[in-house]
């Protein structure tokens, strides 16, 4: 079956300091990519997506994500993260067998000291 | 402005009672989605439609009814056939076709009392 897993569910970082969320997938073919971010109590934001083409791709808020084949991720990554950045981040797939449904993983609540 | 509107907000609801979510968009998509989200928790499907008229379940549909009469609305009924209805609820919609951002309404909050 397909899935999406992100390892890591808590993530602490430093204001100014680089940002990355990782994001594996399990599928036989490549499937389309997303990831959104959620504000506490809120709907999720688009932040980026990946169909083919360029690996990497940039997104709003300063984020960018790279996808890797070999390694089945689609992680996220920002240079320096602000204070506003803090919320939880959900990378999702789509999968062809699957329709266009949805499958997210669990989910990475940033946390951002100052 | 074009989006999802769900409404309320904020339920109550006591045990034994049904209660009714709203989803409207005038984004004129043609799939709507219910998702449900557990504090800490991904989101899990419930139901999605496609068309009107026609929905299918998702993963955890059991305690939950639907209906698509027309396109801009997806109402999801939480029945007291589910046993642990508190949650976050979020509607969704996108074009047909494989890929499309699935844009997300700002959610309910359902709480048991």
């Known amino acids: 079956a397909q899935s999406v897993t992100q390892p890591d569910i808590h993530i602490t970082v430093s204001e100014g300091a680089s940002l990355e969320l990782r994001c594996n997938y399990s599928?036989?073919?490549?499937?389309?990519l997303f990831w959104y971010v959620q504000s506490p109590g809120q709907g999720l934001q688009l932040l980026l997506k990946?169909?083919?083409?360029?690996?990497l791709v940039q997104g709003i808020k300063g984020f960018e994500a790279e996808f890797k084949r070999s390694q089945s991720s689609f992680n996220l990554r920002k240079p320096s993260v602000h204070w506003s950045d803090a919320a939880e981040y959900f990378c999702?797939?789509?999968?062809?067998?699957?329709?266009?449904?949805?499958?997210f993983g669990g989910g990475t609540r940033v946390l951002v000291k100052p | 402005d074009g989006g999802i509107t769900q409404s309320p907000k904020y339920l109550f609801r006591k045990e034994g009672q049904n209660v009714t979510l709203s989803c409207e968009q005038n984004?004129?998509?043609?799939?709507m989605y219910w998702y449900r989200q557990d504090p800490g928790q991904g989101l899990r499907l419930i139901y999605y439609s496609q068309i009107v008229n026609d929905f299918q379940k998702g993963d955890i549909a059991e305690g939950y009814s639907v209906s698509r009469e027309k396109k801009e609305s997806f109402p999801l009924t939480v029945t007291s056939a589910q046993k642990n209805p508190t949650a976050f609820y979020l509607c969704?919609?996108?074009?047909?076709?494989?890929?499309?951002?699935?844009?997300f309404g700002e959610g309910s909050w359902l709480t048991v009392v």
């Open positions: 999702a797939g789509a999968f062809k067998a699957a329709g266009n449904k949805l499958t």
């Open positions: 984004l004129n998509h043609d799939a």
């Open positions: 990946y169909f083919s083409g360029d690996t």
């Open positions: 969704a919609s996108t074009a047909t076709g494989i890929g499309n951002t699935i844009y």
């Open positions: 599928y036989g073919a490549t499937p389309y």
